[in-house]
């Protein structure tokens, strides 16, 4: 196994993409801290983490709450003594979170931006501000940043979501480059499109401005797998395991000369 005896944070790890990191890694062999806002999310994760015979513990915090942010991570140093790993996975569009009814620009509003850009970006740079030094007094540790696709491809109709998201990789670049003296590695993901329960939500949205009469009374789940997954290069959709592989690797052993990095998981939507 290669994260043995690793101890690792993820923010959002709860449900979806997060779920799936979180057990990747536990797989692999680390404990796992999942820091979720819904507390039931949380649990169940850390529940199949513990089934794993891995040590785990839900904590219930809205990672947009800096307060919150540093006793996470202070009540995790004082059950774990460590930390090696930080997964910042928080994230979505305002139609994922069912904030939007209109997905178009004209029908963005101005706390709908300045909430998707603290859900994406600010909860990213408050989970990294309160871990760095502790990272940087064991002089080792790996942040892995969730970014998107959509960071790096001009997407309509999402324009908060991917000014969020591109932010993110600069971000990771400006964190690598500081952190590097510290041997402390920060990369980031770009997931493609994972059927999770927000990709569910903004399907079902987008549903409603589809004109095709044959859409109509079709399920989110089977609009995606007949309509969108097709469209992706490799023909077939990304999984929270797919993300969750590729997270193991940037915080393995495997990864110590790489940083800096964004790996794009998306079957070739975004090609280089
Ligand atoms: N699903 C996709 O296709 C896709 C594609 C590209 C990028 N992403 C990114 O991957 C990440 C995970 O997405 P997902 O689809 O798994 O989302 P999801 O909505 O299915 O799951 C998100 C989890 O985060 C938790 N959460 C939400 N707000 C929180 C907060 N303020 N504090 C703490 N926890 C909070 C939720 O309770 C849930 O457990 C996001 O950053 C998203 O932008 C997703």
Redo the contacts with the bound molecule.
Sequence with gaps: MKLEGKVAIV?????????GISKCLAEEGADVII????KD?AQNVADEITALGRKSLAIE????DSDRVTEVVKEVISKFGKIDILVN?????GE??GDRTDPTFAGLEEWEWDKTIK??LK?QFLMCKAVAPYLQKQQSGKIVN?????AKRPSARVSA?STA?TAVLHFTLSLALELAKDNINVNCV??????????YNSTSMRMKSDPRPEIKDMDPRDYFLKFVAPHIPLQRE?T?ED?GRAVVFFVSEEARNITGQSLNIDGGMVPG
Excluded: E
């Design positions: 923010s959002g790890g709860g449900a979806g993409i997060g779920r820091a979720d806002i819904s999310n915090a809205d990672i947009t996975n928080v994230g979505s569009t994922a979170m859900r994406n909860t969730v970014a998107s696709q959509a979501y998201k770009c997931p493609g499109l994972v059927f999770t329960q927000a990709l990304q929270p993300i």
